[in-house]
């Protein structure tokens, strides 16, 4: 695969830096090649997903993420209260669960 160089402020490169961490090269491809499945712009600003980009690893909101996804790959679904009573094992806060859990939601297409 041939690659190109494109150029970011830095300001906008540390600040995608500090969500995504080492995965920030994997997702900034995942997002220009979805410039190819949105036909307008318009497309682009109504898609569900990029209103709630994944957070960062590490973080607890990305933990909330990562419960979600789990309790969904063991179960084949994923209800609120599993979510947040397995964050609240791990000491997570329920408000943030709760938001974070609400956010992921939205960003599944695939989860009703």
């Not at 669960?97 to 695939?110: F, I, L």
């Amino acid at each position: 695969m041939e690659s190109i160089f494109i150029q970011l402020p830095a300001s906008l490169y540390t600040s995608i830096y500090e969500r995504y961490r080492e995965e920030t090269g994997a997702t900034i491809a995942a997002c220009l090649s979805r410039l190819l499945d949105v036909g307008t712009s318009e497309d682009l600003s109504s898609d569900q997903s990029s209103q709630y980009p994944r957070p960062g690893m590490g973080t607890k909101t990305g933990k909330v993420w990562e419960i979600a996804d789990r309790i969904l790959k063991e179960k084949g679904s994923v209800n609120r209260e599993a979510v947040i009573k397995a964050c609240m094992e791990e000491e997570i806060n329920v408000n943030t669960a709760s938001t974070q859990y609400s956010h992921w939601r939205k960003a599944q297409p695939s989860v009703s």
